[in-house]
């Protein structure tokens, strides 16, 4: 807390702590959708009375994460206006248009439809009903899908062209932003990486029942489907994970450089299975990097390019602008001392640009928009001290990547065995150590809400210090406040963000509690 | 939106009572009116969400976050003005 003293520090606590409880709320509501849709439907086409009770008791679940997550996601948006100005105004017609559609498209017809999926039972038809289920469920997917693009192009700033007149970035494909490989890559994992975890949420439900010994018969049915849906989302987001990983070595090779603590690259690249950093190294120092680790011979180059020769250049490569091509060739990549004289000189342009405009002189203007645009890749260059500061948090990047990758693996393995045991409960039933794997279901529930969480961290943290990739570092995007004014409104998100939490918690406990107890296979209301 | 009353229990029997009211409007308000006063639990979670949003937008938005380039400049030139000068003039 002692280096926390700037309102940039500040502001980035705050939006760290919103963004983090938001998404506390949503993965869960992307997947139980996806859920729910598939057991109503089930029980549309077998007209079977338990999955609807079936299908009733995880949509009461879904609607309190629903009620209690809705709007958590709005204070970013007025984070922006207020303690991020700049790069609101830097960014807005880009980042206003995917906002937009997730505001108009998504959002509404994920909230029309729950209504019809809640109060429509007993007033539409089977088919109309189940229309709406599926509508809500894909509604929340695209709603995210278009925040994730949003967010994809602060990584990846593509489809665009900076008007200095007007000091803003403005459109020019808007499906160079909505399907870059990073927003592809993206939005895939993210939502894939949520139905992982409503499927871990209903073998953890399921299980914390069966030791009680209450409503086997529905247990069996959601684990039918929570449990097909975690492992295809598990390994989905397994596979896409890998696709991410590619797409962050090509366009953020400094992000992955701090994901495995490399700070000096090489040809048949190892990657890091386990291992602690030298608290002492430094890109600038020739400590070790690590105190200890274990590393997997190719492992990063395969997993940065599918070519285990190939070369991933690490931190001090990355700053001294040093890289191979696949034959082995030097190339000549730009440093970051080149790049931070690129970036000075078009913000000098800029200023050059504005007195061009006031004077009238169209041919200094055509001539500095031009070299403007030329060089403006590099601009956010301009504003580092030193190409150090260009490194993200190496630690803080490193270790929630293994956690990621760990619980990741260990997700894996763990819906595989939950989805054994639907089809083969006798090898479950009756053996003493069945109790076990029931509490290692229930912890499977926070581990992957932390393995959800660790992944946010590593992409955010990991393009440290960029608010846009390249363009603009966080110390020029936050606004003129005082950190006093920012810390106080960090304490009052963190004191109510916490109380919904709790609540969401607390109420989701409680409803499984009481409706546990009834029987889950009739039709009570 | 489908016009038929459909049991929860009676998906293959003929029993089609209609939803209340008789135009598309008057039926998407008994809609929602019915849905609301049968609530049970959803009593609680609309009430945390009206407080929520009370909070969020009255409280939250109105004293904390008012948009910080609006008390710079009162149009688009202005805070052009006023970024540019934040970005180039005084980084």
Request: charge should be negative; hydrophobic fraction near 50%.
């Amino acid at each position: 807390m002692e280096e926390l003293t700037n309102v940039v520090d500040w502001s980035r606590a705050q939006f760290a702590l919103t963004a983090i409880y938001h998404w506390l709320f949503v993965p869960l509501t992307l997947g139980l959708g996806v859920i729910i849709a598939i057991m109503e439907t089930i029980y549309y086409r077998t007209r079977d009375e338990s999955w609807l009770a079936t299908t009733k008791f995880w949509m009461t679940l879904f609607g309190v994460n629903f009620a209690i997550g809705v709007a958590t996601g709005i204070i970013l948006e007025f984070e922006f206006g207020t303690n991020w100005s700049n790069y609101s105004w830097f960014v807005g017609d880009i980042f206003g248009a995917p906002l937009a559609i997730e505001g108009i498209l998504a959002f509404f017809m994920e909230s029309t439809f729950i209504a019809v999926m809640f109060f429509g039972w007993k007033k539409v038809s089977p088919r109309f009903h189940l229309a709406a289920t599926w509508l809500t469920a894909i509604g929340a997917s695209l709603s995210a899908l278009w925040i994730l693009v949003a967010n994809a192009w602060m990584q990846m700033p593509v489809g665009c062209e900076f008007n200095p007149a007007t000091m803003r970035n403005e459109m020019t494909s808007f499906w160079a932003v909505a399907l870059s490989p990073m927003a592809v890559s993206k939005v895939l994992h993210t939502v894939l990486s949520a139905w992982t975890l409503g499927g871990v949420f209903v073998v953890g439900v399921c299980a914390w029942m069966q030791l009680r010994g209450r409503n086997g018969d529905h247990c069996r049915r959601s684990l039918k489907v929570g449990a097909w849906v975690g492992v295809v989302g598990v390994l989905l987001t397994s596979i896409t994970g890998d696709t991410s990983a590619v797409t962050v070595a090509k366009y953020q090779p400094m992000k992955l450089a701090a994901m495995e603590g490399l700070y000096k690259g090489d040809f048949q690249q190892s990657i890091v299975a386990a291992g602690i950093l030298n608290p002492d190294k430094t890109p600038v120092n020739d400590e070790p990097a690590f105190l200890f680790d274990i590393s997997i011979p190719y492992g990063l180059s395969i997993l940065a390019t599918h070519d285990p020769d190939a070369f991933v250049p690490g931190i001090q490569d990355i700053i001294n602008g040093v890289s191979y091509d696949s034959e082995g060739n030097k190339i000549n990549t730009v440093s970051y001392a080149e790049r931070m004289e690129i970036g000075r000189r078009v913000r000098s342009q800029i200023a050059a640009y504005d007195v061009a405009l006031r004077a009238g002189d169209k041919l200094a203007l055509d001539t500095l928009h031009e070299t403007i645009n030329r060089d403006f890749a590099f601009f956010g260059y301009g504003y580092l001290d030193n190409p150090e500061e260009a490194v993200p948090n190496v630690p803080l990047t490193f270790y929630t990547f293994h956690v990621m990758v760990t619980i990741g693996g260990f997700l894996v393995v763990f819906l595989l065995a939950a989805l054994l045991f639907v089809y083969k409960p006798k090898w479950l039933e009756g053996k003493r150590w069945a109790k076990w794997w029931y509490r290692l279901c229930v912890l499977a529930i926070p581990l992957t809400y932390l393995c959800s969480v660790c992944g946010w961290v590593v992409a955010e943290v990991g393009r440290q210090p960029w608010t846009i990739q390249d363009l603009m570092p966080n110390k020029v995007a936050i606004s003129d406040l005082s950190a006093s004014y920012v810390q106080i409104t960090f304490w009052i998100f963190a004191v109510l963000f916490t109380a919904l939490l709790i609540a969401d918690v607390s109420i989701i406990c409680r409803q499984i509690c009481r409706k546990s107890q009834t029987d889950l296979d009739q039709v009570t209301d | 939106m489908a016009s038929t009353f459909y049991s929860l229990n009676s998906m293959d029997t003929n029993e089609t009572p209609r939803l209340r009211g008789n135009n598309t409007l008057s039926r998407i308000w008994f809609f929602y009116l019915d849905g609301f006063r049968s609530m049970t639990l959803g009593r609680t979670l609309w009430a945390i969400i009206l407080i929520k949003v009370v909070v969020f937008f009255v409280i939250v938005k109105l004293l904390f976050f008012p948009n910080f380039l609006n008390s710079k400049a009162t149009d688009d030139e202005g805070k052009a003005e006023y970024v540019r000068h934040e970005l180039v003039d005084d980084p």
